[in-house]
C-alpha cells in the first residue's frame, strides 16, 4: 500500500510487506505498531504512552471546568453571587433577623374569639388563664398557648351505637333499655386541663353511673312515663354536677334527655302484652268506679229530697199525709188503663176505654132511612 501507514513506518519502507512491522535495525522509525488514537506528536516509542480513562474524559466537564470558567456561570457555579447591600455588605444576616421576627412575633400574638379562653403554659407549666380578644405572650418554646371553645355546647350520646342495648335495673327488679343524651360545657378552663386525662370519658362514665343510681329508685312505669322522666332527668343532671364538681374537672352539665326507655328487645312482644290488659284492667276498673259514682248520686239524692218530706211531715202530719196519698194514687193511676166515676146511682166502674177501642176497632156502616132516595 502507498502512503504513510498508520501502523508502521512510512512510504519508504524497504520490506515492502505491508505488515505493519518495523525491522529491528530501524530505530529511527519506532518499535512496534503506532496506536492512531494517541495525540500527534506523541513518540512511536512505548515510553509515555498510556490508553485514555474516565478521569480524561470528564475531568474537564464539571462545574469547575472550563465551560464554567470566565464566563460568568450560572446559579450553580462558583460565578454565582447574592446580591449585596449598599457599601458591600451582605443582606444574609437581614434576612435571618427577619426570618427570627416574623417567628416571634406569630408565636407572641393570639387572637382569641369571644367564645373561646386561652391556657398559657411557661417551660411546661400552668402560667395563666386568657380571655377574649388580642393577647400577647412570650414566644415560642417559652410559652404555649392552648385554646378551648368554652361556651359550646358538647353532646355525648349513651350508647354510642344505637343498635347496643344500655340495660339498667329498676327498683321494682326489673330492666330498662335507655339511651339518653348528655350535654355539657367547660365551666373552668384551668381544671378542665389539668385535673382530668379524658373529660369526655370521665363525663361518659359520671353519667352512666348518675343514671344507674336514678332509675334504682324507680319504678319500672315510672320510666315509661313522661313526668317520670323529666324526674330522672333532673336527678341525673343533679348526680352529675355534684360528682364532677368533687372531681373539680371544671365541666357544667347542661342538661341530660332520655331518648329511648323501652324493655329489654328478648321480652317487648310480652311486655305490650301486659301493658295492654293493665289498660283493659284500667278501663274496667273506671267503668266500675263511674257507674258506683252514679248509683251513689242517685241514692244521695232520693234520701236528701225524703229529708225534705220528712220535714213537712214533722209540721203537718196530716195534710202531708193526705197529699201523699194524692200524690201516690196519682203516680200509680196514670199508669192505668181505667176511669174511676164516684157518684150515686152510676155505676161505679165503667169500661169507658175499652168501649172507645172497640168502637174504633169495628167497621162503619151507613144506615140508610127507608123510603129515602
Known amino acids: 500500500m502507498a502512503g504513510n501507514n498508520p501502523w508502521g513506518g512510512g512510504s519508504d519502507d524497504s520490506s515492502g510487506s ?156 326489673n330492666l330498662v333499655d335507655l339511651s339518653y343524651i348528655v350535654r355539657w360545657n367547660i365551666q373552668d378552663l384551668q381544671q378542665f386541663k389539668f385535673r ?59 342538661g341530660v334527655e332520655i331518648e329511648k326507655a323501652d324493655p329489654p328487645s328478648q321480652v317487648v312482644d310480652a311486655f305490650r302484652d301486659v301493658q295492654v290488659a293493665e289498660q283493659n284492667a284500667d278501663a274496667a276498673r273506671n267503668q266500675a268506679q263511674g257507674y258506683a259514682q252514679q248509683v251513689l248520686a242517685q241514692a244521695q239524692g232520693e234520701a236528701e229530697a225524703f229529708d225534705k218530706v220528712y220535714e213537712q211531715y214533722r209540721l203537718a202530719p196530716e195534710v202531708t199525709r193526705q197529699r201523699l196519698y194524692y200524690e201516690t194514687m196519682e203516680r200509680v193511676l196514670s199508669k192505668t188503663d181505667k176511669t174511676i166515676v164516684e157518684a150515686q146511682g152510676v155505676t161505679p166502674y165503667l169500661p169507658l176505654p175499652e168501649i172507645r177501642r172497640r168502637a174504633q176497632q169495628q167497621p162503619e156502616t151507613t144506615v140508610t132511612a127507608p123510603g129515602g132516595q
Open 18 to 173: 505491508g505488515d505493519g512491522e518495523t525491522p529491528k535495525g530501524d530505530k529511527g522509525k519506532g518499535e512496534g505498531p503506532r496506536n492512531p488514537w494517541l495525540p500527534s506528536g506523541s513518540g512511536g516509542s512505548g515510553e509515555g504512552r498510556r490508553g485514555p480513562n474516565i478521569e480524561d474524559i470528564f475531568k474537564n466537564r464539571g462545574p469547575e471546568g472550563p465551560r464554567r470558567k470566565g464566563g460568568g456561570g450560572g446559579p450553580g457555579g462558583p460565578g454565582f453571587r447574592i446580591p449585596q447591600r449598599p457599601g458591600g455588605k451582605s443582606w444574609f444576616p437581614v434576612a435571618i433577623v427577619a426570618i427570627v421576627g416574623v417567628v416571634l412575633l406569630a408565636t407572641s400574638a393570639h387572637l382569641i374569639d369571644p367564645q373561646e379562653k386561652a391556657v398559657v403554659k411557661r417551660l411546661g407549666d400552668y402560667s395563666r388563664t386568657l380571655d377574649s380578644g388580642l393577647q400577647f405572650t412570650l414566644p415560642f418554646p417559652l410559652e404555649t398557648v392552648d385554646v378551648e371553645n368554652v361556651e359550646g355546647v358538647r353532646p355525648i350520646r349513651i350508647p354510642g351505637n344505637d343498635n347496643q342495648a344500655k340495660l339498667i335495673l329498676t327498683g321494682d327488679q
Open 196 to 254: 382530668v386525662v379524658d373529660p369526655e370519658e370521665t363525663v361518659n362514665e359520671v353519667a352512666e353511673a348518675a343514671m344507674r343510681a336514678a332509675v334504682a329508685e324507680k319504678q319500672l312505669d315510672e320510666t315509661f312515663s313522661g313526668q317520670g322522666r323529666a324526674a330522672i332527668e333532673l336527678d341525673v343532671r343533679e348526680r352529675m354536677q355534684a360528682t364532677l364538681d368533687r372531681y373539680q374537672a371544671g365541666i357544667r352539665v347542661l
